[in-house]
């Protein structure tokens, strides 16, 4: 049972335009959640992250927003690059737990 | 920074050998996981572990085995590969919030 989507495979925009990501999620006991970037062949690199005490967290062009209510989180990528394309996974977790629950991922493409 | 090595970043091996896929990591964290990736089904859990000798299960560990004698050390074994076990296999290893990624290896079993 798939506790964190991702329902969108795959997402094209501009270059310079915003890319946005989603994310749910269905359990509640979950309180932190993050992003990661993966490059073909390459392991998953750290992104960005939230707590579920916030609803807004930013770092440079990324800024992952968190709606709790709906269980929502997405990921907003401004202006969009070229090297940003890649596949975008959202991951959470729960401070009395070790794991790390990842959605199936976004293949994000910029187009030059 | 948090270094994650895995042993291999590309292996082809036959079906039916034992393959064992290594992964250390040099920030003393606790937790070790082993994942693989597919297209269309994201990450998947095999195994982790959150201490040395300890070990859960993941989502899909039929077919694999994990060991972990040292702390900064967790192992990966296929009993006996088969050609749906062709895959990316990636390591992790987090204290807490944050999980850290090692390059991945690319098994193909043929």
């Known amino acids: 049972d798939q506790q964190v989507k991702q329902n969108s495979p795959s997402l094209s925009v501009q270059e310079g335009r915003i890319s946005i990501l989603n994310c749910d999620y269905t359990?509640?006991?979950?309180?932190?959640f993050l992003w990661y970037k993966k490059y073909p062949a390459e392991g998953p690199t750290f992104l960005i992250s939230?707590?579920?005490?916030?609803d807004k967290n930013e770092d440079g062009r990324f800024t992952v927003f968190l709606n709790k209510s709906a269980k929502h989180l997405s990921l907003h990528i401004v202006p969009s690059q070229p090297g940003d394309s890649a596949v975008y996974f959202c991951?959470?977790?729960?401070?009395?737990?070790?794991?790390?629950?990842f959605g199936t991922g976004t293949s994000l493409t910029v187009i030059p | 920074d948090v270094k994650v090595t895995q042993s291999s970043r590309y292996l082809v091996k036959r079906t039916g050998e034992k393959v064992f896929l290594e992964c250390v990591q040099d920030?003393?964290?606790?937790?070790m996981f082993w994942y693989r990736q597919d297209p269309g089904l994201g990450l998947r859990l095999i195994y982790f572990?959150?201490?040395?000798?300890?070990?859960e299960k993941g989502d899909i560990p039929e077919g694999y085995s994990v060991s972990r004698e040292k702390k900064e050390r967790f192992s990966l074994i296929l009993e006996s590969a088969s050609t749906n076990q062709t895959s990316m296999y990636l390591c992790?290893?987090?204290?807490?919030?944050?999980?850290?990624f090692g390059q991945g290896t690319r098994l193909t079993v043929v």
């Open positions: 992790a290893s987090s204290l807490v919030r944050e999980a850290f």
């Open positions: 359990n509640s006991m979950f309180d932190y």
């Open positions: 939230i707590s579920s005490i916030k």
């Open positions: 991951a959470a977790n729960y401070f009395t737990g070790n794991q790390f629950y």
């Open positions: 920030m003393d964290h606790e937790n």
């Open positions: 572990s959150y201490d040395v000798k300890m070990k």
